[in-house]
Structure formats: structure tokens, C-alpha cells
């Protein structure tokens, strides 16, 4: 016969008590007294409420607190962290943003019904390993990955997780891309290019900006008494703002796209802008790159490649790599060192250093 400790609470066992219609799990563990109410008799079986009981228990010893809800599942945190990408990125393609929802679902297959206090460091090599012996290419699964690191620290920032995080790294890849126009194939460029292009192609091998840096930059964001821009760290790869002085030939372009902007009454934010006053559509200005690309019988380039010609030509030029990287704002001196090889009186300097 269950005893009964005091009026209105019937002792069961196992620190299970029924109180007032409701089952309850009493016990003091460390000087600490737990109560937590299971449910109510008339809903939930004696046996059921002793399984239940020894399991919170058991959990509570183990030091998880059952008075916090338990962390949501991947997939609902993945929605969120989509949603906050879409509405906080206005600049970024709509093909990025396809490839992003296209990467979160592949992620969600995997570890869509997982708690984020289940994810492991074992858990994510699992899935690189797994990734790669389906075929998948070593960069490919890198970007994956980027994405889950992302979704999980969105999880951290928005409090609906104060766990650890697993720690897992990306594969090594060598896929550092130097190509360049070279000064012929930048001239038959310039031929074929349309004129609304020419501004923003100029500027772009002049300042090294990034696709995504370039046709965002906005008016309030240029001095041109003092001759530099400032990339805002929200347009950044980096997520740095910084202040990039400004060569004479984008200057000049700048100055030209003002007195445009006066002249036609333009009142737009962006600098790179149709006569409508819109910034260029990522799909606008990548076709008629690519045609123009034709056209002048250059192959195997991109619009970002205008990164790496305004790198290479300094290098060639004898600028140190400590000051293409600032100019290039890299994050790694070895983001810089690919285009060492262009600078062979930089490595003969060099070698004359040594003396025994």
C-alpha cells in the first residue's frame, strides 16, 4: 500500500508522489530539492508516470535542467536563419539566394529532425565523409558547411540555443584563381563593351572591388574631396568596413557618373545605376559581360576576375604583397601570396638577403 507522508500527498515510489489530482517527482539530490508535476491521474497511466519520472530523474542527475524547454530541431532553426538571410541581404542575386535555399534544404535532409544539443563534432565528419563518397566535390561540401556554421551560430545569436557548438573544419582545397586581362585583351575589351558597362568595369579594375561591393556602393558612401570610398562591412565579404583611397582613373569616373547624376536629375542611393535611376541587376550585367567576353574572343574569365587583374597588374607593376593585400582587404596573407609568382624581381630582392 502506498503510504501516505502527510494530508493531500499519496507517496508512490521512486520519489513519485501524487498531489491533488497530478503526479509529481520529489527528490533532493546536492542539499537541492527537485519538484516537477509529470500530468494529471486522470490522463496519464501509473506505470507511464513512474517511466517518465525515472527519466527526469536521470536527466536531472546528469545536470540537464527540465524546467527549459528542449532545443529546437535543425529544421526549424534553418527556416529562421533563411528567413533572416533573405530580408537582411536586399543586395544579394536572386541565384544566391537559389543556391542558399538549394544548400539549407541538402542540410536539412541530413539533420533536419536532429536537436541542436545533438549535434556533435562526429556528427558533421560523418557528413563530410558521407558528402564526398556520394560524389560531391571537396569545395562543394566546403560552401555546405558554411551554411551550417552560419545556421547554428543565427541559433546562438536569436537564444534558441546556450549549448556548445560543434567544431569541425573544412576540407583543404587549392582552388586559388589568378586569372587576369592582360593590357591587349583589357583594350578589346573596351571596344565591345556597352557603354553602360564601360564605368562600372573601369572602376572595378581600378579599385579591386568585389561584384557585390561594386554595385552596391552608394553615394553616401564616396569622398570625393579627399579621394577614397568606404565599403560597409554589411557589403563586405570580411564583414570589416573599410576606407579604400581611390586611383586617378576611378576618380575620374566617379566625378563623370556625378555630373550625370546632376545633369539628369537622378536621385538614386547606388553609383552603378540604368537611366531609370535602378542599380544593375546581377543576371543584367553578368550577360552582357559575358557577351562582350565574346565578342572580344576572351575566354575562360569572369566578372570577378576584375579582382584579380587589378591584383595581378599591381604586382607586376613591383607593389609588395603586404600592400596588395591591404589594398585587396584579404583576410589571410595567404589569400595574397597566389600572386607572387607574377613578381619575380620581388624574389630575387629577396633571395640577395641571404649571406653566410
Known amino acids: ?107 536539412v535532409q541530413r539533420f533536419g529532425e536532429k536537436r541542436l544539443d545533438q549535434f556533435a563534432d562526429f556528427t558533421v565528419e560523418s557528413y563530410k565523409i558521407d558528402r564526398i563518397r556520394a560524389g560531391v566535390k571537396p569545395a562543394s561540401v566546403n560552401r555546405e558547411l558554411n551554411i551550417l556554421r552560419a545556421i547554428l551560430r543565427k541559433a546562438v545569436e536569436f537564444s534558441l540555443h546556450n549549448g556548445d557548438l560543434p567544431r569541425f573544419k573544412s576540407f583543404r582545397v587549392n582552388d586559388e584563381r589568378t586569372r587576369f586581362l592582360s593590357r591587349e585583351e583589357f583594350e578589346r575589351l573596351m571596344k565591345v563593351l556597352p557603354p553602360w558597362l564601360k564605368a562600372p568595369v573601369i572602376f572595378a579594375i581600378y579599385t579591386g572591388l568585389r561584384p557585390g561591393e561594386l554595385f552596391t556602393l552608394r553615394w553616401e558612401n564616396v569622398n570625393l574631396q579627399e579621394g577614397y570610398i568606404t565599403v560597409q562591412a554589411k557589403y563586405s565579404k570580411t564583414k570589416e568596413t573599410k576606407h579604400l583611397p581611390l586611383h586617378p582613373r576611378a576618380l575620374e569616373i566617379l566625378e563623370m557618373l556625378e555630373k550625370e547624376r546632376k545633369e539628369k536629375g537622378l536621385d538614386s542611393e547606388f553609383i552603378f545605376v540604368n537611366s531609370k535611376g535602378k542599380p544593375y541587376s546581377p543576371q543584367g550585367y553578368r550577360s552582357a559581360f559575358k557577351t562582350a567576353l565574346k565578342r572580344a574572343g576572351i575566354e575562360n574569365f569572369r566578372f570577378y576576375d576584375l579582382r584579380h587583374t587589378f591584383a595581378s597588374h599591381l604586382v607586376m607593376k613591383g607593389v609588395d604583397l603586404y600592400t596588395v593585400a591591404e589594398l585587396m582587404r584579404h583576410s589571410s596573407p595567404r589569400m595574397t601570396k597566389r600572386y607572387a609568382h607574377l613578381s619575380p624581381e620581388h624574389l630575387r630582392k629577396e633571395l640577395k638577403k641571404l649571406d653566410l
Open 1 to 107: 500500500m502506498p503510504r501516505r507522508p502527510d494530508k493531500g500527498k499519496v507517496a508512490l515510489g521512486d520519489n513519485l508522489y501524487q498531489i491533488k489530482g497530478s503526479y509529481w517527482l520529489i527528490f533532493t539530490h546536492r542539499r537541492k530539492t527537485y519538484r516537477q508535476r509529470i500530468g494529471r491521474v486522470s490522463e496519464i497511466p501509473l506505470t507511464a508516470a513512474r517511466r517518465i519520472a525515472l527519466k527526469l530523474k536521470a536527466e536531472i542527475l546528469e545536470g540537464k535542467d527540465p524546467s527549459r524547454p528542449d532545443p529546437p530541431l535543425f529544421q526549424e532553426v534553418a527556416q529562421k536563419y533563411l528567413e533572416w538571410y533573405i530580408s537582411s541581404r536586399p543586395e544579394v542575386s536572386k541565384k544566391t539566394i537559389e543556391e542558399t535555399k538549394r544548400r539549407v534544404k541538402t542540410l
